[in-house]
Each structure stands twice: as structure tokens, then as C-alpha cells.
């Protein structure tokens, strides 16, 4: 099963925000955002430590393994949107999560202080 998804601002301002801070064009940061995001969310489901992906602007492309797939089937039940919508909110949480200064309030709410 490939999902597809837009990435939010969120996840887009975090990305330029990465490029800027890395003089990198926005494509480059983009990809390098969400393969981090991916790859923690295969990794905490899976184990797995690749995924291949395909970034289209901001239109995302992405085959599951089979666990993640399995798990986001039923949060996509449970919740009454699609496994795409579920994908792209799991790959939101970690928008800001690979910046070097994130202030509180980028960070998403009930995230602990440092």
C-alpha cells in the first residue's frame, strides 16, 4: 500500500527553517526532514532502520512496512480518517523534533521543558 500526503506548514517551515540554518536548498531539507520523521516512526513500529520514500514538492509518497501499514489501518479505524491523514499527522509530530533550538513554543503541547 502507497500513502500520499501533503506535509503541513508546519513541517514546511521546519524544513526551511533546516535549510536556512544549513544554507541547503528547500527540496534537500524537505527530504532530509522526512526521511528523519519516517524513519523514527518505521523505527519506534518496525525496527526498521530505511525507508524510501519520494518527495514531490510538498506531496509525500510512502510504502509502509507491513507493521506500520497494520497500525495505521487501525488507528484509521478508530479515528474515521484514512491511513494517509494518520501517516501525515504521525510525520507532523516530529516536524520540529530534529531542529537545534527549538523553543517552547515550537514544541507541541504537554512537551516537557528542558
Known sequence: MTLTFEVS??????????????????????ETKV????????????????????????????????ELAALLRRQAEESGVDE???LKMHVDLYANAFLDD???????PGTPSE
Request: proline residues 3%; glycine residues 2%.
Open 102 to 108: 527549538v523553543t517552547d513554543e515550537q514544541k507541541p
Open 84 to 86: 494517509s491523514t494518520v
Open 35 to 66: 526521511e528523519q520523521a519516517l524513519l523514527e516512526i518505521e523505527h519506534l513500529v518496525s525496527q526498521s532502520h530505511d525507508v524510501a520514500f519520494e518527495v514531490d514538492g510538498r506531496e509525500i509518497r510512502y510504502e509502509p512496512t507491513e
Open 9 to 30: 506548514d508546519r513541517l514546511y517551515e521546519a524544513a526551511q527553517e533546516w535549510a536556512d540554518r544549513r544554507l541547503e536548498d528547500i527540496d534537500e531539507a524537505m
